[in-house]
């Protein structure tokens, strides 16, 4: 698999946000910064933690964010090899386990304990706007949904912050300013700022609110199966246009992770049709090993007709899982032309045993046992 390499930058002097008002939230920064060592094994645990002592969403929000500022640390040795492609959970226990990481594991351990502690949260991809200059390497933050609204939180950028953090719960409208998304609809926004726009500092006002059809967006999405996801991102990225090589690179890398669960679909589908036509060979098998013997035990003429029922069944359905390997990916891993003439050849086989039925059953009982000597061949 071709690794893509994400860099981030820790800086915590960027610009100027303003978070969501959250009130007093000394105490819950106290009480976070107290969680018991054997309660911050694993995210669930954490996210266990959480739900049983911070009764408020807000609360929990707040004191995930605590903890995973003041208890991961930067690893600047690694900031130039991160693979996008790891595994989600490789990203969130590799990190907790040394309690280090950069932005991706940040990101990936917020993100999962708020998911666990029942939080609609998604980590995003994009780059950033630091000092003024647009830094086009790959940074990862979180987007966080809070009374049909949603906010974006940076725990990289406020790694260790003491007193007031300065990206936590910010409005989509302030955090487009610094954090551009490769996917136009984690900006979240009215109307779409631009790449050229963002790169030109142009990216309207600071308080613009968001509308119900990005909520609404947004949870369609994270309601979709992980391809579609895919598909769906690759589509808005494309649409909005592909101006850089970092844009481009996550777009291909998006690609691919769409054409690695397409082919592990037409796996899964070839798979089963094959297992289609192994059924519908057993029945086929049995029928002619009932004829062989001269169709003894006696059954009656409508559970014989039958016996082949399950023959067409199990070759229509294998059929219908053909007809959509490779409509998704290039298919180069799986014979369909070799399994799609051995359907085709126990379809005719299978109809040659139906016309036999139908000569056996037109004719008197005296004729029928001829019939086995004539047909042979079938």
């Not at 379809?347 to 004729?367: H, I």
């Amino acid at each position: 698999m071709k690794k893509a390499v994400l860099a981030c930058f820790s800086l915590l002097t960027i610009g100027t946000v303003h978070a969501q008002n959250f009130g007093d939230m000394n105490g819950v920064d106290a009480r976070a910064l107290t969680i018991p060592p054997a309660e911050t094994a694993s995210t669930t645990t954490i996210a266990g933690y959480i739900n049983k002592h911070f009764p408020t969403d807000p609360e929990k929000i707040r004191a995930i964010y605590t903890w995973v500022t003041a208890n991961i640390r930067y690893n600047t040795d690694s900031m130039y090899a991160i693979n996008w492609g790891a595994d989600e959970d490789v990203k969130v226990t590799a990190a907790l386990r040394r309690r280090k990481g950069v932005c991706e594991n940040y990101a990936a351990i917020f993100t999962d304990i708020a998911q666990k502690a029942g939080l609609t949260a998604y980590s995003v991809t994009g780059y950033t706007r630091q000092y003024s200059t647009v830094v086009r390497t790959g940074h990862v933050w979180c987007a966080v949904r809070l009374n049909k609204a949603w906010f974006f939180c940076d725990p990289t950028w406020d790694e260790g912050f003491r007193n007031t953090p300065r990206y936590f719960m910010i409005s989509p409208a302030e955090f487009i300013q610094t954090h551009f998304p490769f996917d136009p609809l984690w900006q979240l926004l009215p109307s779409t700022v631009t790449e050229r726009d963002f790169t030109a500092g142009l990216t309207g006002s600071k308080t613009a609110s968001i509308q119900d059809h990005a909520d609404d967006s947004a949870l369609a999405y994270l309601a979709l199966p992980e391809a579609e996801k895919n598909e769906a991102a690759a589509y808005r990225m494309q649409e909005a246009g592909i101006k850089n090589e970092l844009q481009k690179h996550w777009l291909a890398f998006t690609k691919m992770k769409i054409a690695i669960v397409n082919g592990e679909n037409d796996m899964e589908l070839y798979n089963s049709a094959v297992a289609d036509l192994n059924k519908a060979t057993n029945f086929y098998n049995a029928f002619v090993q009932y004829r062989n013997n001269h169709f003894i035990p006696l059954k009656a003429e409508a559970e014989i007709n039958g016996m082949l029922r399950p023959v067409a069944i199990h070759i229509s359905a294998a059929w219908e899982k053909v007809k959509v390997i490779g409509k998704k990916a290039d298919n180069f891993q799986y014979d369909t032309g070799g399994l799609s003439e051995r359907l085709v050849r126990l379809t005719g086989q299978a109809q040659r045993q139906k016309d036999f039925l139908k000569r056996y059953f037109a004719v008197s009982p005296a004729e029928r046992d001829k019939l086995f000597y004539r047909s042979s061949g079938q």
